[in-house]
């Protein structure tokens, strides 16, 4: 076992340091990178774009989450690691909006150091023989190899780059569900990466708390620097409105239960790399596009929308309705029609919008996520007057008669 290694009581419930919340600022600023992307290129290029650069991003920062759920976040060494990974994190961040031109170097260089570079921490104070050596070793051959291409991309031009990013991406997303395979050496099991349930929920908690907090951004600054006329006072409220409604929608009781779930649960390493490493994603993707749909609405409430813009503005909130619908199957096994129905409620206004101004495509945006959250607070209410239990509720009497 590592030195540096987490000591953990029994029953004890760890939680997110100041210093881990720190380094979530660069990714504050890492998003918001990546939405002012999007906005200036709002093509299907572009929108390729972005979706790679939020992919790394979302390594970057799930791979740091991974790996101080296990280690002591008091110890000198794991908070030089994590002031130095933040360090390294802010110069991947700096290259976004250049990272396919003059700064692609840059973003792949930071990237490659900022992955491999926190692994062979973890390989060197490891005891030689232990479960958390070996597998370290191996998620470090990974990484290292995924480094290689994401330098070699960096460093060619064209279509050579986006090939070699794509492989290396390819590679990152490949090694967990192949729990890092390498071969010649003996396979380590997913049960050999433990997971703390408090800190490592909050922490994905957190990071949707970073994207929604970027749509509040967008919607205060923008409106600050635009004269302010009735269309556009209703285009911010509504834009709060949709941003409001996303929180909700995760916040209310989602993120509890699911953190229950998770507590709870068997394959708690597998469901953890599902739901929360791999389709987390989903939905801070849908609320990074929401952001930019609030934006384009703002700035021009009254006008017709192109066929981009209105995908903008219908899409976001449509993925991020769709990503919570596949978190619940992950985590419990069915799919929530509900949510399912509000997406095809946004799809409805993105049709609207062909024929209507962009003020009437937000109105229906907003519609239709609060007809979500009136139906299953109507459905919790029926359920409370039969005196049937809460989903947390018989969670936590199933784990009662265990």
Not at 353 to 376: C, K, R, W, Y
Request: with cysteine; net charge neutral.
């Amino acid at each position: 076992m590592s030195r540096f290694q987490r000591r953990r009581e029994p029953g004890e419930q760890q939680r997110t340091t100041a210093l881990e919340l720190f380094y979530d600022l660069v990714f504050v600023f890492a998003v918001t990178q990546i939405s002012h992307l999007l906005l200036n290129e709002l093509t299907w290029r572009g929108l390729g774009k972005a979706a790679m650069l939020l992919l790394v991003v979302w390594w970057a920062w799930n791979y740091t989450t991974w790996v101080m759920n296990e280690l002591d976040p008091e110890s000198a060494a794991v908070r030089a690691l994590l002031i130095a990974v933040t360090l390294v994190s802010l110069l991947m961040a700096v290259a976004v909006p250049e990272a396919f031109g003059s700064r692609a170097l840059l973003f792949a260089c930071s990237y490659a150091v900022l992955q491999v570079g926190r692994n062979l921490f973890l390989v060197l104070v490891s005891d030689r023989g232990t479960i958390e050596r070996e597998r370290a070793e191996r998620v470090l051959i990974w990484l290292a190899a995924a480094g290689v291409l994401w330098i070699a991309g960096g460093a060619a031009t064209g279509p050579a780059r986006v090939g070699l990013w794509l492989a290396a991406l390819a590679v990152d997303y490949a090694g967990p569900l192949l729990t890092y395979r390498v071969p010649g050496l003996p396979t380590v099991d997913i049960s050999a990466w433990e997971v703390e349930t408090s800190h490592f929920s909050e922490r994905f908690q957190l990071f949707v708390i970073i994207a929604l907090g970027e749509s509040i951004v967008v919607t205060g600054a923008t409106t600050a620097h635009l004269s302010l006329s009735l269309s556009r006072v209703a285009a911010f409220a509504l834009a709060f409105l949709v941003t409001a409604g996303m929180w909700w929608l995760y916040f209310s009781y989602v993120a509890r239960v699911a953190e229950r779930r998770l507590e709870l649960a068997e394959d708690r390493t597998k469901m953890a790399r599902d739901a929360y490493t791999y389709l987390h994603v989903v939905m801070i993707g849908g609320v990074i596009v929401a952001a930019v749909g609030d934006r384009i609405v703002l700035a021009n409430p009254t006008a017709q929308l192109s066929s981009g813009e209105i995908a903008a503005v219908v899409a976001g909130p449509a993925v991020y309705l769709i990503g919570l619908s596949l978190y619940r199957l992950r985590m419990a096994g069915s799919l929530p029609p509900k949510r399912l129905l509000g997406a095809a409620g946004c799809a409805v206004a993105g049709v609207v919008g062909a024929v209507a101004p962009a003020l009437v495509v937000s109105a229906l945006v907003v519609v239709a996520l609060a007809g979500v959250i009136v139906a299953e607070e109507e459905a919790a209410r029926r359920r409370r007057a039969r005196g049937e239990p809460s989903p947390l509720e018989r969670l936590d009497t199933a784990a009662d008669s265990r």
